[in-house]
């Protein structure tokens, strides 16, 4: 049945019984083929009776998905034939592997890539054996898999990845098939709201295809027991125009199903006649809702029970070993031959050329086109001199206006040389003026598609700013954007990143897969800039506190993070420049956005940034003899703490020979056989001695840098101040108070590894003791920090820059 829920006409091709029984044959040689994949590893012709040393001795995978999928995959070729259609492919529903292998193989695609998998029958039998298979493929549409740019292994995010994927590629189309159970999932559900953000001019289209088979792994779906009313009231509400396709019957779903896509791309053109004609609406555009049985046409009671039609065929629907019932090997046998292979392969195993012509050519094929193989599409970004934008620095620890604020003028002058090729966007759940990145506003606005009024700010139907108050659209929109071949930057409160934890993960491991494939390209890295981090967010308190998506990221594969902490706004200039030229990687950066002490000049910003690590010489005075004491840090507020430490220690304890060594690429740290970026021993030695207390102040967690140095000679003198879970409402130095990672604290913990600091140790010790009572005593009676904190500079011999 097919419901267009508009009683609009359409004019469609006539569709003859001749061809839909063609595409029915299409259908039937990919369901054959996943079966295959599930069950076979030799025999993939049945030119003999199946015997169980044709069967996998392990069965992994999952059927229920699959026919549908095949379906879909199918009929989508018919119309991209038919109109000529730019159009990838995304598999939503988890373990939708062997239906977009399938696809593939059919239309020749999976063979060029991988030509020892040939269109015979010995390239069936390598087909069938590999799947789930140790040293094959995984169950998913995976990097392995051609023209995926999503894997499904986690469900929620396929609808963001191809919104991302249509952004500034107006003729593409996304087919975007939802299951019904990812549909359930938080960030899937929000997606639907991302044709608000969707301009039909610059953009090109999101064609989903709700897939309701009616059950999870165990469960029925929510969306598939609803009513039909209420169904399509929900997706009328999200702003689409819902299009049904219901039943069993394969006959009537074909035809309903050619029909609803020919209608489908009828509204997507209109959608773009009317844009280029505007009328003052807001556009509709269309999405299928397709109703099939799980595990369509596969067998239908097994030992009793129901299969087709239920959760039992979520995964393999039928045990065949030989421990299991006899007759399930010929319930395969006959459920295998229901397709009728004979039909549709000929003698050597290759599909016949009436059913092969029915598949796209060349590029329009979904797994051969580039915009699913994003790296063959990417150029580089036009990149003004970073250098232009630098601080002026004469002195050490001048007052900046805020390292991300300066940055933003950077960003804004990227914008606007890319404005032609369009492959550059910022994202951001709503913060992109409260992280002060506000003067990219000076060159576009945020893109909108929907109402607005008088009071609005930077909103238009296009624009490179994309913000919506949801982390997981955002991360889904950038991530689809990188995958086609294009730039951007994810900017977000610091605390708040975690919400897309699991989406770096999944993001971090497909880079990692891609490394080792060789026809896929690099694509751009994944530029995480976080910002209101734990030392500034005073204002909000306890919930906004929290620095440990560093500890996340560090645990993913040393050929695919970086963590990069600015000190300052020339170092963050340099940092920011460095990762948008870079291929590959996920690049998180932490800086500061508060008027902050500026450090160093961008000459010596540069070096630094190059090194990763290294010492201040004009803030140490151990230069002619080994150090009594190593100061350390990581991160602007760490930073500005230890060098007001070091000028603590240098008034009342003159004799203490310091080094203050400051880290900017945090990975340094890790030994050179872990990471690339790693030090060998003697180098690390050189910085941190093998015998000399190491106090280190730390922008995160302080175990992590234990755990990065866990194995260097000086790790026990290595003492780490950082953040442990102390915070609230409060003034910024009380945060590091709280902490234990301010000035007073980190020259006490000094003076407690120094015993030759004597006496006079203890006296300082105890004057310290006294400043901090002072501090609560002065910020619960002004509410503000005491004025030798605000008003505290560097001073020293050195200050001056050459």
Known sequence: MLDTTESTPFETEALTDGHLQKIDAYWRAANYLSVGQLYLRDNPLLKEPLKLEHIKNMLLGHWGTTPGQNFIYTHLNRIIKRYDLDMIYISGPGHGGPAVVA??????????????????????????????????????????????????????????????????????????????????????????????FLNPLTDGTVLPILHLNGYKISNPTVLARISHEELEQLFRGYGWNPIFVEGDDPVLMHRAMAEALDYAVDRILQVKYDAEHPNGQRPRWPMIILRSPKGWMGPKIVDGQQIEGTFRAHQVPLSVSASAPKEHLQILEDWMKSYKPEELFDENGRLIAELAALAPKGDYRMGSNPFANGGLLLHDLRLPEFRDYAVPVKEHGVMGEGDVHVTGRFLRDIIQLNEKQANFRIFGPDETISNRLEEVFEATNRQWNTTTVPNDEFLAPAGRVMEMLSEHQCEGWLEGYLLTGRHGLFNCYEAFIHIIDSMFNQHAKWLKMTLEIPWRRKIASLNILLTSTVWRQDHNGFTHQDPGFIDHVINKKSEIVRVYLAPDSNCLLSIMDHCLRSRHYVNVIIAGKHPSPQWLSMEEAVDHCTRGIGIWDWASNDQDCEPDLVMACSGDVPTLETLAAVSILREHLPELKIRVVNVVDLLKLERESNHPHGMNDRDFDSLFTKNKPVIFAFHGYPWLIHRLTYNRINNPNIHVRGYIEEGTITTSFDMTVLNELDRFHLVMDAIDRLP??????????????????QHKEYIHLNGEDIPEIRDWKWKNSNNAIN
């Open 103 to 196: 696809g593939t193989y059919l239309e020749g695609t999976y063979s060029e890539v991988y030509p020892a998998i040939t269109q015979d029958e010995d390239g069936l039998k390598k087909l069938f054996t590999q799947f789930s298979y140790p040293g094959g493929i995984s169950s998913h549409a995976s990097p392995q898999t051609p023209g995926s740019i999503h894997e499904g292994g986690e469900l929620g995010y396929s609808l963001s990845h191809a919104f991302g994927a249509v952004l500034d590629n107006p003729k593409l189309i996304v087919a975007c098939v939802v299951g019904d159970g990812e549909a359930e999932t938080g960030p899937l559900a929000t997606a639907w709201h991302s044709n608000k």
């Open 756 to 773: 030759q600091t004597g006496s006079k140790g203890t006296y300082l010790k105890q004057m310290l003791q006294d400043k901090l009572i």
